[in-house]
């Protein structure tokens, strides 16, 4: 058992300060982390500085997010630049192959473990997510109202009852979304679990993990209320496949009402192999520092486990330096 947690910081952080991996890796380890994830912005460029510190010793690898590094025909950041819930076989085919090009990056820079999206749902005529999302930015503006009105005020009183009515609103149509979306999911997961078929064996041959993340998104896959039973039924039929857990993400989903942020921490915790930290707010937004939004740490970190799991800090590029090594510092201190 590791004497202490594997923590890492995301090079997503650096995303809009860095042009060179060198000087990314070497700021990496001045903010206190012996461990870096190549984030789904590590471009071509940043490669050669990359290897370069990893030989040094600078720092290690934790693991990287698919794709990794950036195809050079592709805009980063590029996680979803190809998805295997695709039902076209040529996509199918890119997404397999760019995968396997992060695998042999992995391998190249020692790092155990890769983190996929799975891309999302698709819906023929109108995408629900449009509506859902305009729906809750009501919410929100008209929670924020009625708490900036003055208490015991007829205003405020007025103010109250229009939020709960556009909330009660809201979530009858995400429970509504819900529940059409677990159908649909089904033969998006059957084309997910194929594609990660495909490519198991080459995991398994090079000894790294290949997770699925939970995403933010409302169409995103796998999808929330099913996302357990699915990711821990591909851990069992293969070999290299498991949960990843993204906390912020939980979050999210969790204020839209799409999840119970517990819940879901405790069904998908069983057999997740690593976790992205950072903390979200309670209006949704994510990536703050830890202990700068509403997430229970204290909940969550009784699911964390040290001998099996990786934790990467995932934060935003405007958190400052300041903020990042306290994070570090918080998560160190839930062990």
Request: proline share 4%; charged share 25%.
């Amino acid at each position: 058992m590791p004497e202490k947690p594997i923590i890492a910081l995301s090079t997503s952080y650096f995303r809009r300060s860095c042009s060179d991996g060198y000087e990314m890796m070497c700021k990496c380890a001045e903010l206190g982390f012996e461990y870096a994830e190549l984030g789904h912005n590590t471009t071509m460029n940043l490669v050669e500085g990359i290897l370069k510190a990893v030989g040094e010793g600078v720092v290690k690898i934790s693991s990287l997010h698919n794709f990794c590094p950036v195809p050079p025909f592709a805009t980063p950041p590029a996680p979803n630049l190809y998805s295997p819930a695709t039902s076209s076989k040529a996509e199918s085919a890119q997404w397999r192959r760019h995968t396997l090009a992060t695998l042999a990056f992995a391998v190249q820079v020692g790092a155990g473990r890769v983190v996929s999206h799975a891309g999302a749902l698709s819906y023929f005529f109108v995408n629900p997510k449009t509506a859902l999302e305009r729906e809750y930015a009501k919410t929100i503006a008209a929670r924020e109202a009625a708490g900036e009105g003055e208490g015991g005020s007829e205003n405020a009183e007025k103010l109250r009852r229009e939020f709960e009515e556009l909330q009660s609103r809201y979530l009858k149509k995400v429970e509504k979304f819900a529940a059409g979306a677990e159908k649909k999911a089904e033969k998006f997961h059957g084309r997910i679990f194929e594609n990660l078929k495909l490519v198991d064996e080459d995991f398994k041959k090079a000894g790294v993990l290949l997770g699925i993340e939970n995403r933010d998104g409302y169409c995103e896959l796998p999808f929330d209320t099913k996302f357990a039973a699915f990711t821990q039924g591909c851990a069992e039929k293969l070999s290299s496949a498991r949960p990843w857990i993204d906390i912020g993400h939980v979050m999210v989903k969790s204020c839209k009402g799409v999840v119970d942020f517990c819940k879901f921490i405790e069904e998908a915790s069983r057999g997740a192999c690593w976790w992205h930290l950072h903390d979200c707010d309670a209006s949704a937004r994510d990536h703050l520092a830890i202990g700068k939004g509403a997430i229970d740490f204290d909940f969550a970190k009784k699911f964390f486990d040290k001998s099996s799991q990786i934790f990467t800090l995932e934060l935003n590029g405007r958190v400052s330096a300041e903020d990042v090594v306290a994070s570090r510092k918080r998560v160190e201190d839930m062990f």
